[in-house]
């Protein structure tokens, strides 16, 4: 963590450090009653401080410690002034202030009096070694009994708090029986924010173990601050609970306190940096104070209860209460609002009071100062008192609050004059106007700075949302809990220009907590992110048209919030790319989100969690999408089809606001540094700095502003006073005292050229700029200036250009992924297409073979696996036949057969056939079943001769093995001669020719052609002729 004085300019910190001296000198010494404190290196002694000591105190000392403390008050005021500068603004607010108190005057003398005078108050008690370490006590005239105690830090924007300031709420309080104890702690630039927190934490420290000399109860002790103190005392609380549950070494504990009031108050600082801004409080002061913006998480509470360590630590916290009031400006109401919610989700009891209609003064100046009845402070009187019968009987016949100041004083103390009235947050048309919500009107500027239409609004607009620019000139803006649709072409009558576009009005309820507003003209559709409930596209009549959350899960898968899907949200606003119709938009987790514009889908999510989940989102509207870290200086483009980072960049230390770069039509991205840089990155990556010269005294803090031609930038380059950057690691801090002047330029990012350059003094740039016009009652920052130099073209000499101009220009740049046609290489194109002709018969072969498998109605019913092993089975048993009709025929072939042999060749023959015709493909296809049988033929055979014959369905051939005679009986010659005769019978006799020896007898009939070899085989007495009938096939009707 920073030291105190390490973002203070180099010429103030001498007198600072004379200034720490002589505070820590004059307080060594200090009265309280009559006796004499010194101070040791430890807290003060209670015992010394005691009611016991006698509290009268001469008049003499009174007026020596009013003056001591006026002259303290003053010194640091001067100090201050020197740091910040005596420029216009800072003046105002001086000025401002004094009108301020001196209105509240005569209600202020009369507390200043008490608090002098009274013997109830003992002041500036010591509890520390560190300059202003002092509280004051305020106590009951009566102490019977040991009083309730009530902490209270004041405020005073973190540089002008003093304890004094609640001498106010210290008296009242007092007199319902009710301890407190007014903490007083070094303010900027005395200390940063570490040594404040450290000081109301010393101060606790004090109060609880020492508060039961004064009367005091330990065990009922509550702590209160009001603004910058509630910020300041809640650091100290949730900072003391983690070192609790951590077990270091604390020298109070959270269990002392009972309950934890927070008025008007700010938690969550990030958020608030450029509201600060806008309303004076400068953001290189703001962060100085605050230590540089790597600090900032580390003192928000909100922030910190989201850490993983302390979300444990927190459930140790005592209930909180907040207070604030509906029409607060300094700090809105909705920095209450998140910090309960988030008090919530961590489990720790808080509770919010809204007050309707009360300003940032009104809860603790104004209404106490009015007297009578206050809803406030009769909430803590019986907060406090709840479960004491005693002490609400008394309060309840206390007498009523005197009124100390007048109420037209009051009244017109509250009024806020309209000269310090801010503008910021323009929207730029192609007409050459400027748009601008201002309180609850919609204020319409020319080019030369007058007014042109003041469009009144029922409601007070968020002048933290641009308006945006909708179809038929028609402008959309939040304001208060509803999103207001202002038809601008209604000249006549500007009082019914605006309508509720949605809010409770329509039926639409939540929008109270709108981060972004966009419209997307060619899908007509108005997209809304709300806080914590996600991404709402509405159709331009009103009707939801689609939602999206950050999350989303299909088929088990979870896309989006990888880390945590409980608590995940989107906290930018949604940025619409016009040339891929996709909107992008980020979580808190860090995680980047593409959605389809067509409807509400994922097309990419990148996550730079990693890196940092606070970035900016800019589209390019040229194929790249921008993604700016402030906190590291790095640029990443990446690409809007896919989500691939195609390059990144590195720049100088960027604002914590207003970080995003501006995308002309050449397709440059140009931005602004606190190094005095432009930075303008091309397409491809490569990185322009302007001017060339380096400057170490200037800052660019104003996002640069397209001019109308969509080609050059207005930039704005300050020069300041005091400008000092330090580097911690790999953040670097600026911090500076008051711009000096300030150089307007308008360059072409792509060639660098120069086309108008001016400088003007100081803070009167806008006098200089916009002399006679409708802007010199208003307080303007560079980035509106910038928008009217825009507007004005202001020394540009290039040709303006609508807006659908320029994206139709830039979204031609975009890189188009197009399918490329190869046509070279005929030969390896013919081979290409062979091969895939080849593949893709085979592919269809089997799709064919395996739809008709599985369609048979056999293996539709039967296990695939029996149908394989059957199959297996029919092939052994087809070797087995093979194997054994081999050896039979070779014994037939050496005559050796017999008749039994021969059947049983025969009968193995029709085996094997049957066996092969059931592993055909109609088998196993299980078509066999319907096959008919074969039709056998009537057998032709006697006693000495045997034939076989048989004939299929198809006209299949007749088989006749052979026929056996013996010549050496009569008989059989007899017999033989029947035969041939009835086998003649059976066929056409044909010619025969007789050669003597040998001779050859062919018969042939229907499908059988017979052989007669004419060659006898003797076997002793018998004698065989072998006959050789051969079969032909003959399938179909005839031959």
């Known amino acids: 963590m920073a030291t105190p004085n390490n973002s203070l300019p180099v010429e103030s910190k001498s007198s600072m450090k004379t200034a720490d001296t002589s505070d820590s000198l004059r307080f060594r010494t200090t009265t309280v009653g009559s006796a004499t404190t010194r101070r040791n290196t430890g807290n003060a002694s209670p015992a010394k401080n005691s009611p016991c000591t006698s509290r009268s105190q001469s008049f003499s000392r009174d007026i020596g410690h009013v003056a001591s403390e006026t002259y303290l008050i003053t010194r640091l005021a001067f100090a201050l002034l020197r740091y910040l500068g005596l420029g216009r603004r800072w003046m105002l607010g001086l000025l401002a202030l004094l009108l301020y108190a001196m209105l509240l005057l005569p209600g202020f003398l009369r507390v200043v009096y ?119 005392s809640s ?177 017109f103390a509250g009024m806020h004059p309209n000269s310090t009235a801010r503008l910021s947050n323009p929207l730029i048309t192609d007409e050459g106007k400027i748009y601008i919500c201002l309180a609850k009107n919609l204020l319409v500027f020319q080019s030369n700075g007058s007014i042109s239409k003041r469009i009144p609004l029922n409601f007070k607009c968020n002048i933290s949302i641009t308006p945006v620019l909708g179809d038929s000139r028609k402008v959309y803006l939040v304001a208060e809990n509803r999103v207001l649709k202002i038809n601008t072409m209604n000249a006549q009558h500007p009082e019914s220009a605006g309508e509720v576009f949605l809010g409770p009005e329509t039926g639409v309820q939540g929008l109270n907590e709108i981060i ?46 990888r880390r945590n899907l409980t608590d995940c949200y989107f906290v930018s606003v949604a940025v619409i ?36 989940k606070n970035f900016t989102i800019t589209a390019g509207n040229n194929g790249q999408l921008y993604v700016t870290m402030p906190t590291r200086s790095i640029i990443f483009a990446l690409d809007v089809l896919t989500g691939t980072v195609l390059w990144q960049n590195s720049i100088g ?79 670097t801090y600026v911090s500076a005292m008051r711009p000096l002047k300030t150089v307007f330029t308008l360059l072409v990012p792509a060639t660098g050229s120069v086309y108008w350059s001016e400088s003007y003094p100081g803070d009167l740039v806008s006098s200089h700029l916009f002399l006679a016009s409708d802007l010199r009652p208003f307080v303007m920052d560079e980035s509106v200036l910038l928008a009217f130099l825009s507007i004005s073209n202001t020394g540009n000499p290039l040709s303006c250009f609508s807006t659908r101009q320029k994206l139709a220009s830039s979204c031609s740049m975009m890189d188009i992924k197009k399918v490329s046609i190869y046509t070279g290489n005929e030969k390896a194109i013919k081979l290409f297409l062979f091969y895939e002709t080849i593949l893709l018969i085979i ?41 054994t009709i081999t050896e039979l025929e070779k014994k037939t072939a050496e005559g050796t057969s017999t008749n039994e042999m021969l059947e049983k060749l025969w009968d193995l023959v029709k085996e094997r056939e049957g066996i092969e015709r059931k592993l055909s493909t109609t088998y196993s296809l299980g078509r066999d079943a ?31 093995f052979h026929t056996i005679s013996d010549t050496s009986s009569e008989d059989d010659g007899s017999n033989e001669e029947k035969t041939e005769s009835k086998g003649k019978a059976l066929m056409e006799p044909e010619s025969s020719s007789d050669d003597g020896g040998d001779h050859e007898a062919v018969v042939e009939a229907q499908g059988v052609k017979i052989l007669d070899e004419g060659v006898d085989l003797q076997s002793g007495s018998s004698s065989m002729r072998k006959r050789s009938i051969s079969l032909s096939r003959s399938i179909g009707s005839g031959q």
């Open 235 to 411: 650091c100290a609380l949730f900072l003391q609970a983690i070192k609790e549950f951590k077990g270091d070494s604390i020298c109070w504990s959270i269990s002392q306190i009972k309950a934890y009031f927070g008025l008007s108050g700010v938690y969550n600082l990030p958020n608030l940096v450029e509201h600060f801004n806008r309303r004076g409080l400068h953001r290189s002061i703001f962060l100085s104070m605050m230590e540089g913006e790597e600090s900032l998480k580390h003192f928000s509470p909100e922030m910190i209860i989201e850490d993983p360590i302390a979300r444990n630590a927190v459930s140790i916290l005592p209930r909180i209460i907040l207070f604030h009031g509906t029409e607060d400006s300094t700090i809105p109401p909705h920095a209450s609002v998140t910090f309960v919610e988030a008090l919530k989700r961590a489990g720790v009891p808080a509770e919010l009071i809204l007050y309707k209609g009360k300003t940032h003064t009104d809860l603790f100046v104004q209404d106490p100062l009015r007297g009578g009845k206050d809803e406030l402070f009769d909430y803590i009187v019986s907060y406090i008192h709840a479960g004491d019968v005693n002490a609400l009987a008394k309060v309840a016949m206390a007498p009523t609050r005197k009124r100390l100041c007048p109420e037209p004083l009051l009244k």
């Open 577 to 612: 790319d016009y040339c891929d119709a996709n909107i992008y938009v980020s979580n808190n987790q860090g995680e980047l989100y593409s959605v389809s514009l067509h409807s509400p889908q994922f097309k990419w999510i990148q996550d730079f969690g990693s890196l940092d």
């Open 930 to 960: 319907t096959s008919p049988q074969s039709e056998s033929l009537i057998p032709l055979s006697d006693k000495k001769t045997k034939s076989v014959s048989f004939k299929s369905g198809q006209k299949e051939s007749v088989t006749i």
């Open 516 to 561: 972004g507003l966009t419209v997307s003209i060619s899908f007509s559709c108005v997209i809304v992110n709300i806080n914590r409930r996600g991404l709402f596209g509405y159709r331009f009549d009103g009707s939801l048209k689609w939602s999206r959350g950050p999350a989303i899960s299909r088929r088990g898968y979870h896309q989006g919030c």
């Open 843 to 883: 592919v269809a072969t089997l799709v064919r073979f395996c739809c008709v498998f599985w369609r048979k109605k056999k293996l539709q019913n039967q296990d695939l696996g029996n149908f394989l092993e059957k199959r297996n089975s029919l092939r052994l048993q087809k070797k087995i036949c093979d194997r």
């Open 653 to 731: 230390p960027l604002s914590a606001q207003d970080s995003a770069p501006v995308a002309d039509i050449n397709g440059w991205i140009s931005i602004g540094s606190l190094d005095g840089f432009l930075y303008s990155i091309s397409p491809s990556g490569f990185v322009n700095k302007f001017p060339k010269r380096k400057s170490l005294d200037t800052v660019i803090q104003a996002k640069p502003v397209l001019d109308c031609s969509g080609y050059a930038v207005y930039m704005s380059q300050t020069k300041m006073e005091g400008k000092i950057s330090r580097t911690n690691g790999e953040n």
């Open 114 to 232: 008490q608090f002098c005078v009274s013997s109830q108050v003992r002041r500036s008690i010591v509890y520390g070694d560190q300059p202003r370490n002092r509280l004051d006590l305020f106590l009951p005239k009566n102490i019977d009994s040991p009083k309730p105690v009530v902490i209270f830090v004041t405020g005073g924007a973190w540089i002008i708090g003093y304890k004094a300031w609640g001498a106010l709420l210290g008296l009242q309080l007092a007199e319902r029986d009710i301890i407190v104890a007014s903490i007083d702690y070094r303010n900027f630039p005395q200390g940063t924010i570490s040594n404040m927190v450290e000081d109301v934490s010393q101060g606790i420290s004090f109060v609880c173990k020492n508060i039961s000399e004064y009367g005091g109860d330990p065990n009922r002790i509550y702590l209160m601050g009001q603004s910058a103190g509630a910020h300041i």
